[in-house]
């Protein structure tokens, strides 16, 4: 029978441990191998959401192609609706209880607050008019060799962003700008070319930075894509500027609670370098 494994939320300092039984030994031990090849730690990477894990009591997970009689097993959901996703994303991982059912949420590229003056509740879609779900792994540069409909769900990569952010984001590449504001509400951030080249990319505020660059190479990892050697050079920058904090880890605690797999680069963030 699969089940879903709802864990604690462990402290920043033991990182290399948070949620331990989801990472079996063989793969910590490649992890914490500096000499273990980048294709190796692709590879191990991707098997922790492509396999189904079997839980086992007392220890690590098993990796495995199938989940045997009467094993407690779990693995990323391949079911999720874009509908169900974007319910979860706004009315679960990012809404904020002010007390007496008043909610709100902060959208990430222009940190203006929406409320429920605007659809904003438990479980509910906002006025897409005013707050969008974004593909930080743009949709039309979605993995051929993986269904469109799971990576278009995949929460690992969703944040609530401002409609018209999201319109100028389009599908640029991440990096730092010679640019100007996306639009007169929205100062923190930019688009333009990337520094130094003619590139037209896009540059998000520095508190989000390093949840972008953490995001992409897990969405990199996990359906088998390249990430572009200019935006490569700013997602490890941003990493090591924009550490992962408390809301990232529980978000992570929580998508594995809702989807079923975790994001390795919020637990491990020094392999972003190592890619």
């Given at each position: 029978?699969?089940t879903?494994?709802?864990?604690?939320?462990?402290?920043?300092?033991?990182?290399?441990?948070?949620?331990v039984?989801?990472?079996?030994e063989?793969?910590?031990a490649?992890?914490?191998?500096?000499k273990?090849?980048?294709?190796?730690?692709r590879?191990?990477i991707f098997?922790?959401?492509?396999?189904?894990?079997?839980?086992?009591?007392?220890?690590?997970?098993?990796?495995?192609?199938?989940?045997?009689?009467e094993?407690?097993?779990?693995?990323?959901?391949?079911?999720?609706?874009?509908?169900?996703?974007?319910?979860?994303?706004?009315?679960?991982?990012?809404?904020?209880?002010?007390?007496?059912?008043?909610?709100?949420v902060?959208?990430?590229?222009?940190?203006?607050?929406v409320d429920?003056?605007?659809?904003?509740?438990?479980?509910?879609?906002?006025?897409p008019?005013?707050?969008?779900?974004?593909?930080?792994?743009?949709?039309?540069?979605?993995?051929?060799?993986?269904?469109?409909?799971?990576?278009?769900?995949?929460?690992?990569?969703?944040f609530?962003?401002?409609?018209?952010?999201?319109?100028?984001?389009?599908?640029?590449?991440f990096?730092?700008?010679d640019?100007?504001?996306?639009?007169?509400?929205?100062?923190?951030?930019?688009?333009?070319?990337?520094?130094?080249?003619?590139i037209?990319?896009?540059?998000p505020p520095?508190?989000?930075?390093?949840?972008?660059?953490?995001?992409?190479?897990y969405?990199s990892?996990?359906?088998?894509?390249?990430?572009?050697?200019?935006?490569?050079?700013?997602?490890?920058?941003?990493?090591?500027?924009?550490?992962?904090?408390?809301?990232?880890?529980k978000?992570n605690?929580?998508?594995?609670?809702?989807?079923?797999?975790?994001?390795?680069f919020?637990?491990?963030?020094?392999l972003?370098?190592r890619?």
């Amino acid at each position: 029978m699969k089940t879903m494994l709802a864990l604690p939320l462990v402290l920043w300092a033991i990182n290399a441990t948070a949620s331990v039984s989801y990472y079996p030994e063989s793969t910590v031990a490649k992890f914490t191998n500096q000499k273990t090849s980048q294709t190796d730690l692709r590879n191990e990477i991707f098997n922790l959401s492509e396999k189904i894990h079997i839980k086992n009591e007392g220890t690590s997970d098993t990796l495995s192609d199938s989940c045997p009689d009467e094993s407690d097993c779990s693995e990323q959901r391949k079911d999720m609706t874009y509908q169900e996703a974007r319910e979860l994303m706004f009315g679960d991982l990012f809404l904020v209880t002010h007390g007496n059912k008043k909610y709100s949420v902060k959208e990430v590229y222009c940190n203006i607050e929406v409320d429920q003056t605007q659809g904003v509740g438990p479980g509910k879609i906002p006025n897409p008019n005013v707050i969008n779900c974004e593909h930080t792994w743009p949709q039309s540069k979605f993995s051929k060799q993986f269904p469109s409909e799971l990576q278009k769900t995949d929460l690992h990569h969703l944040f609530p962003v401002d409609m018209k952010a999201n319109s100028t984001r389009s599908n640029n590449p991440f990096a730092e700008v010679d640019g100007k504001a996306t639009h007169s509400n929205c100062q923190d951030s930019m688009i333009g070319n990337a520094i130094g080249t003619s590139i037209r990319s896009f540059e998000p505020p520095i508190e989000h930075r390093g949840n972008v660059a953490r995001a992409l190479y897990y969405f990199s990892t996990r359906y088998k894509m390249n990430i572009d050697a200019t935006q490569a050079k700013y997602l490890k920058k941003w990493n090591a500027e924009d550490p992962v904090d408390e809301a990232e880890m529980k978000r992570n605690e929580k998508i594995m609670q809702l989807q079923g797999n975790r994001n390795p680069f919020v637990d491990y963030p020094e392999l972003v370098n190592r890619l």
